[in-house]
């Protein structure tokens, strides 16, 4: 979370001249989106195992064991693919067709704490409904998308909610 932070900061302020005209271009793009297929790719090979036997071991060793509480280079260089595919797909310059999914993250980013809480219930509550009704893959995408909908419209509701909370004059 805080590599987030300071590489946002440093793409916001102090280096985004240099930065931002690196991340604006096309090659990033094809880079972060040739990354991500293959983060992709190697994800599925977990759960589908003819793809499995596609993967080098030599790759495998390289990577494994992930570990959440350590900030592996890997996990870095995912989070910044993340964030140039992000900025080309919500850059002001780019057509209007992104509004509703750029609204969507403002929202959720503006209760990051509420939102991520909602998170975790309904992370537990789709665990729970997955094991108790196992289907295809038409099931968990839409037990996600499901997720991801509730979320929304609670960051929206709670900007609502905080908007006509505040009788006072809003100072920033």
């Known amino acids: 979370m805080a590599?987030?932070?300071?590489?946002?900061?440093?793409?916001?302020?102090?280096c985004g001249g240099t930065l931002k005209a690196i991340v604006d271009s096309r090659p990033a793009l094809i880079a972060a989106l040739a990354y991500l297929a293959l983060s992709l790719?190697?994800?599925?090979?977990?759960?589908?195992?003819?793809?499995e036997a596609m993967v080098p071991t030599a790759l495998g060793k390289a990577i494994y064991p992930i570990d959440k509480?350590?900030?592996?280079?890997?996990?870095?260089l995912h989070f910044i693919a993340l964030a140039v595919?992000?900025?080309?797909?919500?850059?002001?310059?780019?057509?209007?067709?992104?509004?509703?999914?750029?609204?969507?993250?403002?929202?959720?980013?503006?209760?990051?704490?509420?939102?991520?809480?909602?998170?975790?219930?309904?992370?537990?509550?789709a665990t729970v409904f997955l094991n108790r009704f196992p289907g295809g893959i038409a099931v968990p995408i839409g037990v996600s998308l499901a997720g991801i909908g509730v979320m929304v419209a609670l960051s929206i509701l709670l900007t609502w909610m905080n908007k006509h909370e505040r009788l006072s004059p809003k100072l920033f």
Do not use: D, M
């Open 41 to 51: 790719f190697i994800a599925l090979s977990w759960q589908i195992k003819p793809i």
């Open 69 to 76: 509480s350590s900030l592996s280079p890997l996990r870095v």
């Open 85 to 125: 595919v992000l900025v080309h797909l919500t850059t002001a310059t780019r057509p209007r067709r992104v509004n509703l999914f750029v609204l969507a993250l403002v929202r959720c980013g503006e209760n990051a704490l509420p939102i991520y809480c909602a998170s975790v219930l309904l992370s537990f509550a």
């Open 3 to 14: 590599t987030a932070i300071v590489l946002g900061t440093c793409y916001a302020y102090q």
